[in-house]
């Protein structure tokens, strides 16, 4: 996978589409284009300011995720909406302790209702 590729992964992994990613580094949709083609390469300002909207430069320029695994192509239906890689990053900078486990069992508990409403009315049309 090149270097363009994995850009274009990463913006829509994180949700953003061509214009407003570029637009994080001031650059512009032609940049983008060319760069996610492999035309053309972006610069440090870029790279920077995409890092700070939660991009895995690592992996852009090397192919390797942060933490050194080597990152396989992630399928559409695993992208995350902005909104949901905030809470991820957010979530990621938790310190480890009570207030982690509070999230994730929250987090547990409105699945599981969420999956028993789900049943139940699947249970009710199929009856």
Same mark, same amino acid.
């Given at each position: 996978?090149?270097? +363009? %590729?994995?850009?274009?992964?990463?913006?829509?992994?994180? +949700?953003f589409?061509? *214009?407003?990613? $570029? +637009?994080?580094? %001031?650059?512009?949709?032609?940049? /983008?284009?060319?760069? @996610?083609?492999g035309?053309?390469?972006?610069?440090? #300002?870029?790279?920077?300011?995409?890092?700070?909207? +939660?991009?895995?430069?690592?992996?852009?320029?090397?192919?390797?995720?942060?933490?050194?695994?080597?990152? /396989?192509?992630?399928?559409?239906? *695993?992208?995350?909406?902005?909104?949901?890689?905030?809470?991820?990053?957010?979530?990621?900078?938790?310190?480890d302790?009570?207030? #982690?486990?509070?999230? /994730?069992?929250? $987090?547990?508990?409105?699945? %599981?209702?969420? /999956?028993h409403? @789900?049943?139940?009315s699947?249970t #009710?049309?199929?009856?």
């Amino acid at each position: 996978m090149s270097i +363009g %590729e994995r850009l274009r992964e990463e913006r829509e992994r994180l +949700g953003f589409n061509q *214009t407003d990613f $570029a +637009g994080l580094g %001031e650059a512009s949709l032609r940049s /983008q284009i060319e760069w @996610e083609k492999g035309k053309a390469f972006p610069n440090a #300002k870029v790279l920077s300011a995409i890092a700070a909207a +939660g991009a895995d430069v690592q992996y852009i320029l090397t192919g390797m995720r942060a933490g050194g695994a080597v990152a /396989q192509p992630t399928p559409s239906y *695993t992208v995350l909406s902005p909104d949901e890689a905030a809470l991820v990053d957010n979530y990621r900078h938790i310190a480890d302790g009570e207030d #982690k486990r509070a999230v /994730q069992k929250l $987090a547990l508990r409105s699945a %599981e209702a969420a /999956q028993h409403t @789900e049943t139940q009315s699947r249970t #009710k049309k199929a009856g």
